[in-house]
């Protein structure tokens, strides 16, 4: 186990927690399970302690590891069962908050892989060749993805794009 200070693991944990819950939670599909991933990555981050160049690298190792760990939650001989996704995720600051409820209602519809890449590059600013390296898919796949989800929730939200 590598020493890390409590100090900098409270900087790293209040800068990352938002984001790690909410792919968890997209993940996931429930607020236990999500909760429980998160911890999970935080315990990981303690352990490895990675030495990261800045922000940006901490984020993208965090929300791998926690891909990682949802993909093999999910694997998990005690997950027989899909709970829909019920809890809310905090919206951006919007201009007109009832539409982003919306929007966010139906981003919860979308195929898990939908969700996860839309998520990431709309709500987190990431690209799609971060996503890609985060979700170790090609930036082709990512981009694919990216453009049906955004077709699936433009039919769902009634045509608008």
């Known amino acids: 186990m590598v020493n ?18 909410k792919v ?3 993940y996931l599909g429930n607020k236990h399970d999500a909760e429980d991933v998160v911890q999970e990555v935080f315990m990981r981050y303690i352990d490895k302690a990675p030495s990261l160049h800045d922000a940006g ?17 999910k694997k998990s001989f005690w997950q027989s069962h899909r709970e829909e996704l019920k809890d809310d995720i905090i919206p951006v600051q919007a201009e007109r908050y009832e539409e982003q409820i919306e929007v966010l ?3 919860k519809k979308l195929k898990g892989k939908y969700r996860v890449v839309i998520y ?14 985060m979700i170790s898919k090609n930036e082709s796949t990512v981009q694919t993805w990216l453009a049906r989800g955004r077709k699936n929730l433009g039919e ?6």
């Open 4 to 21: 890390i200070d409590n100090e900098t693991l409270t900087q790293v944990y209040s800068r990352n927690f938002s984001t790690i819950y």
């Open 24 to 26: 968890a939670l997209l």
């Open 57 to 73: 690298y901490e984020k993208a190792w965090l929300i791998t590891v926690a891909k990682n760990l949802c993909i093999n939650h």
């Open 105 to 107: 209602e139906e981003l």
């Open 120 to 133: 990431l590059y709309y709500y987190e600013g990431f690209t799609a060749r971060e996503i890609a390296k």
């Open 156 to 161: 769902s939200l009634g045509g608008v794009e």
